[in-house]
């Protein structure tokens, strides 16, 4: 197969690949393009910045028992020793958090396999995007459920804002004036509508202004200094 000259094919098993759920010979032939083609790593690199910082947003899970005793069984570990041989309870726990360390990295992939088996009423992501800042690190990260019309936003790098400022949330289509999709109340984190002012087709661009308390005095759009900026990702 050639996949260089189809793109569609390429942003597709380039996502796969960053989530995990390209498997056996798939992701082995996948891995094989990677060492000739420079233009797929570039691809894989920024399926990474888009989507690994949302396993901020995984909660969570214990394992269930047998998942330890499974891995204690693989891995040839005795059951849990006595207090005074230490060493061997501490070589359990170093392994136990190898497997949650390796497990964050899989939790995005766990959220987006979720929402899709998930009932009716549970809330689904759809939408999803990181605002980096000007040396390009995520900053925050936002995620859209469409049939729910809720847009939650969070803050991961410590952002200092003065008592008097807030951070205020634009959508910046391609034409007109940026549209408000709301203010951050205690500038962490904050739940908005969605609504096509956010997710529209004429969506060009999401931004993070720094802003009087309250919002822009101007409704045409931001009034300080834009911070933060980055694009949806449509996942379902």
Known sequence: MNIRGNAVLR???AAEFVLGTLKGGARR????????????????????????????????QAPRAEVWRGIERRLNLAPPAPAWQFWRRESLDFWRALSMASGAVA??????AVSLT????????????????????????????????TLDVRVVNSVAVA??????????????NPRSLGILPDNRSARLALSERAIGGDVQLLAISLEPKGGSPNPDGPTGPVLYKGNWVKLL
């Open 11 to 13: 942003e597709k098993l």
């Open 107 to 112: 939790a995005l992939a766990v959220v987006f």
């Open 163 to 176: 008592a008097d400022k807030t951070l205020q949330l634009w959508a910046i289509p391609k034409q007109g």
């Open 29 to 60: 032939r996948f891995e094989g393009w990677l060492h000739g083609d420079a233009a797929l790593r570039r691809t894989v690199a920024e399926w990474e910045e888009r989507l690994l910082p949302l396993s901020e947003f995984a909660g969570e």
């Open 118 to 149: 998930r009932a009716p009423e549970t809330p689904a992501i759809n939408y999803a995007a990181t605002l980096t800042d000007e040396q390009s690190q995520t900053a925050i990260l936002l995620t859209g459920d469409s049939r729910r019309h």
